[in-house]
């Protein structure tokens, strides 16, 4: 499946750069951008499958790219930015991937295998169905209480973004906290009780101070001598439920019945 690819960067080394790795691959270059007027332009008669968009512009931003030709019309994006201070905004229109400058081979082929496999999922859906689900998960973002359905972790080269619901269990490690999604793990400079405020209502609880688990990942709870207990993940992983948080459980269990 050919992907119809807008870039829009005001660097032309940056365009050349994204534009020499992608012709490595089956896409179609629609067009190339050098501002956000242009881009809009572009965007709204082309309507490709997917953007690259750089995001500090002259006169505008990447995201008012997107605001101007409008959130129910926009392709898939991935950002590519000499700045990760805009990687939030980014996680909040749902940004397929978030690559950092210069950008390394490995990772943006990465992204752009994203693109292929979402684009392949929405082959037969409507677009304006997924889009409107996004516009739903925005609205639920700006109420008063955040609903955080991904985590930004920030790593080398890039941001990454973590679904809740992919995440294990998180064990504190000082002023951070690791995330095990799998046989992966990503460090998040959160503190365990920042993330145990966050993931309220999720799904998680914190089973010991330095601790938070997917409720639905416990496979069985072995009662201890001392009063605590130890949980068995589905992947074997062991982890410790103390006394002090052992009410959260039983809480969370209850509220199931």
């Known amino acids: 499946m050919s992907v119809r690819v807008v870039i829009v960067d005001d660097e032309e080394l940056a365009r050349r750069g994204i534009r020499a790795r992608l012709e490595r691959s089956d896409v179609d270059i629609v067009a190339e951008c050098g501002n956000a007027r242009q881009a809009v332009d572009v965007i709204r008669q082309a309507s490709p499958d997917l953007v690259f968009l750089d995001v500090e512009m002259p006169g505008k931003t990447g995201f008012d790219v997107i605001e101007q030709v409008g959130w129910e019309k926009f392709p898939y994006v991935i950002f590519v930015t000499a700045h990760d201070r805009y990687a939030i905004q980014a996680f909040q229109i749902n940004a397929l991937d978030y690559l950092l400058k210069p950008i390394d081979d490995e990772l943006f082929e990465n992204a752009f295998q994203r693109a292929r496999e979402a684009l392949a999922r929405d082959r037969d859906q409507d677009l304006s169905q997924r889009l409107a ?13 955040p609903h955080y359905d991904r985590l930004v972790v920030r790593a080398v080269g890039r941001v990454i973004f973590v679904r809740t619901a992919d995440i294990d269990w998180i064990e504190a490690a000082g002023d951070y906290v690791t995330l095990h999604v799998g046989k992966k793990s990503w460090l998040s400079r959160e503190t365990i009780s920042d993330m145990d405020r966050k993931l309220q209502d999720k799904g998680f609880a914190r089973i010991h101070r330095s601790t938070i688990v997917n409720t639905d990942r416990i496979a069985e709870i072995l009662p201890l001598d001392n009063g605590e207990c130890r949980l068995l ?7 410790k439920l103390s006394r002090t948080y052992r009410h959260q459980l039983n809480l969370l269990f209850n509220d199931r019945s």
């Open 133 to 145: 689900a996004v516009l739903a998960g925005r609205r639920d973002r700006d109420t008063d209480k």
């Open 233 to 239: 993940l589905r992947d074997g992983t062991p982890v």
